[in-house]
């Protein structure tokens, strides 16, 4: 888990510069920099709604398979609050993706 934690740490600013410099790219013939500050704003929200899913998947599947197999009692109980904890990051995460998404597809 912290291998996974440090590589992602480590890529997570190389993946936010990519996406500002396309959020550039793709908004170069655009005239106001209201409306590059705006692509960059969407791109940094569907970054962040990204790391959310991944984290709450994760840690759903992680917990559900700890409630299968539990170790202790008091771990089952840890586990399935953990998973409802998870289940409404993914609740919250993957609208605000899909709807920044389609915005910056009409834009």
């Not at 934690?5 to 005239?31: M, Q, Y």
């Not at 692509?39 to 398979?65: A, D, E, P, R």
Request: charged share 15%; no cysteine; aromatic share 14%.
């Amino acid at each position: 888990m912290i291998l996974f934690t440090g590589l992602f740490l480590s890529a997570l600013p190389i993946a936010v510069v990519v996406f500002l410099v396309l959020a550039f790219i793709k908004n170069k013939d655009s005239e106001s920099f209201e409306d590059k500050i705006r692509i960059i704003y969407m791109y940094l929200v569907i970054i962040v709604s990204l790391v959310m899913i991944v984290g709450g998947t994760i840690t759903l599947f992680s917990n559900f398979l700890d409630v299968i197999l539990p170790d202790t009692y008091n771990n089952i109980n840890r586990s399935i609050t953990s998973m409802f904890t998870s289940a409404t990051v993914l609740f919250i995460a993957i609208p605000m993706f899909m709807y920044h998404n389609k915005k910056v597809k009409t834009i």
